[in-house]
């Protein structure tokens, strides 16, 4: 062997002794989490509803008493029903109205259009019980604006209280969905083909129904499929506004069972749990079949807006003024309400509003040891929970679409199936998981780490839905080169993947530290005395007759959001002036 022949022998060894610390180990800890955190709560569920007793007592044995008895209730037949109207009636309108909006922001010269897109997601940025207490304050029964236009104009009033009012307020909830899909489908399309037929002779009409309207095809059904699943495990409305005229939903039906049965935790929830997953499962999987095609129809030149916007005409001044009066009435004046009724005695026509001014809604909220709690403790899950949400799905994300893991290709349904997963059983699942599994469960389920668990992933998806694209925007080329000279993965993530992602990563952070202060669907049956959170407690708090620290509680939430929001933009506008410097 001659030395001029022992660097072409080194080179190789050095290069394998590299590979001998592989990521394959840390790769399948990453894998084994998500895989265990998303399909762990189904389990016990699965067990408990078919157990004649509850799990912790004894003598149950295996039985479908707990189906049995579901199904011949009346009452779950009228809450199935209530919900499937709701849920009709709320997706159309929320994805005729959502598309409507798309066509003006996009394809027309409505005066304001760039002001009205960003309005229209106020909805997704409003707490949702916050959204639904300003609402009941202002629209409801008794609410400000009912009274005025009922007992002193003595004009026709309207129910919130009945399923069309429910409707309309779930509809304005989910319009962002429907608008977003259908924005996104109308900027990717190619406006020549609009340009064509007004080049021909055509007209407005026959330009939206011959070539706009069928390009949003796609995006109505699967905004329209989605909207509708989520319409099926609401909770809030139904608890605000259909309790106190006995309107109950399938959600509403289950927490109030767990809520007021005479044997605590029964079977005939995680049953009735099992049944709502299994609806919910089975509309995705259609959605799933129907868009698995979709693509086919995608035009196949350049996105082009139309040479030309749909000129409105005379109408462009009514279409602006309407729209602008939706947004008021939806989103604006509702946030009002509630700022208004957290400052108030009672919010009546009859009095005005600073006579019965004062402070103790808000004195409230900080000597109350529950509501001061609830506070602490939402921040407490938003921050620890965003942070780590983050972390453990960026590297899920970065294995799923930029390693050689065997087992990758699983990943991204495991993280968005949560999401597919109604709160409320996800709730159901992760109490008797906690209590079924000794340990860590009897640790999580005592204490404030166990709703943060739940929360985080009920929400996971978030945090994917916004790395996934981000890194898909990403050449791979850089990490090629950086394996190339002999790093490894978890080097060439650390250094280069992470880094570039760095956008992404707040963008998810901020979202899921939003979303963590407003959720309360997955906790509603793990809160316990001392582990207050926000969303359960302006539910108990509104049981008791107590609007107006509900109505304090939700605008903290409120002011909550707009702070993480505008850190965000400020950081994201700081970074993009750093660039162009």
């Known amino acids: ?91 159309t309108a929320a994805v005729v109205l959502g598309a409507a909006f798309a066509v003006l922001v996009t394809r027309t010269d409505l005066p304001g259009r760039r002001l009205l897109g960003p309005a229209l997601l106020a909805p997704l940025l409003i707490p949702p019980l916050g ?25 026709p009033v309207w129910n919130l209280t009945s399923l069309p009012g429910m409707s309309a307020l779930g509809a304005v ?82 927490y109030d069972s767990w809520s007021n049965s005479p044997l605590p935790d029964p079977p005939i929830v995680s049953a009735g749990a099992i049944l709502l997953l299994v609806v919910t499962s089975g509309i995705l999987l259609l959605r799933g079949r129907l868009l698995r095609h979709s693509t086919r129809y995608t035009a196949g030149t350049r996105a082009t807006p139309p040479a030309h916007p749909i000129d409105l005409g005379r109408w462009r001044a009514p279409v602006a003024g309407a729209s602008a009066a939706f947004v008021a009435l939806t989103s604006a004046i509702p946030l009002l309400g509630l700022a208004l009724m957290s400052n108030v005695t009672s919010l009546t026509t009859l009095v005005a509003p600073w006579h019965l001014w004062t402070g103790d809604n808000w004195r409230q909220i900080w000597t109350d040891p529950t ?46 199936y949560p999401r597919a997963t109604p709160g409320i059983v996800f709730g159901v699942g992760f109490f008797w998981l906690f209590l079924i599994a000794d340990w860590p469960g009897a640790m999580l389920r005592t204490s404030l780490w166990g709703e943060l668990v739940a929360l985080c992933v009920r929400n996971m998806t978030l945090s994917y839905i916004v790395l996934a694209p981000a890194l898909a925007r990403l050449s791979p080329e850089l990490a090629k080169a950086s394996a190339a000279s002999g790093a490894g993965w978890w080097t060439t993530t650390r250094r280069i993947t992470l880094p570039l992602l760095r956008p992404a990563l707040l963008s998810a952070l901020v979202l899921m530290f939003v979303t963590l ?16 959170l926000m969303g359960t407690t302006m539910l108990q708090t509104w049981a008791k007759g107590l609007p107006g620290p509900v109505a304090a509680l939700a605008l903290v939430q409120v002011l909550l959001v707009t702070v993480a929001l505008a850190l965000g933009l400020g950081w994201t506008l700081r970074k993009k002036a750093h660039r162009h410097a």
Not at 186 to 203: F, K, N, P
Not at 376 to 399: E, F, N, R
Request: net charge positive; with cysteine; proline share 7%.
């Open 1 to 91: 062997m001659t030395l001029d022949t022992l660097p072409s022998r080194a080179a190789p060894q050095q290069r394998g002794r590299r590979r001998l610390a592989p990521a394959a180990p840390g790769q399948y800890l990453v894998w084994a989490l998500v895989a265990v955190l998303a399909l762990a709560p189904l389990a016990p569920l699965v067990y408990t509803s078919v157990l004649s007793k509850p799990y912790y007592l004894p003598g149950g044995v295996f039985s479908m008493d707990a189906y049995r008895q579901l199904f011949t209730d009346p009452a779950i037949r009228t809450a199935a029903l209530n919900t499937l109207v709701f849920a009709t009636c709320a997706t």
């Open 131 to 155: 959204l639904i207490v300003g609402w009941e304050s202002l629209y409801g029964p008794s609410g400000y604006l009912t009274q005025l236009w009922h007992r002193n104009l003595h004009l």
């Open 173 to 254: 909830v989910t319009l962002p969905i429907a608008y977003l899909t259908c924005k996104a489908v109308l900027e990717g399309a190619d406006g020549t083909l609009e340009d064509a037929v007004r080049a021909s002779g055509g007209g407005t009409l026959l330009v939206l129904r011959t070539v706009t309207v069928p390009m949003l095809r796609t995006a109505l059904l699967d905004s329209g499929m989605l909207i509708f699943t989520l319409s099926l495990e609401v909770l809030g409305i139904p608890l605000f506004l259909g309790r106190p005229v006995n309107i109950q939903f399938i959600a509403s039906y289950l």
């Open 371 to 416: 509501l001061h709690r609830a506070i602490t403790d939402s921040l407490t899950v938003a921050a620890i929970g965003s942070l780590a949400t983050v972390v453990h799905v960026a590297l899920a994300t970065v294995i799923a679409h930029r390693s050689g893991f065997r087992l990758r290709r699983t990943l991204p349904a495991l993280l968005v």
């Open 517 to 532: 202060i407003s959720d309360y669907d997955p906790v509603v049956f793990l809160t316990k005395p001392g582990t207050e």
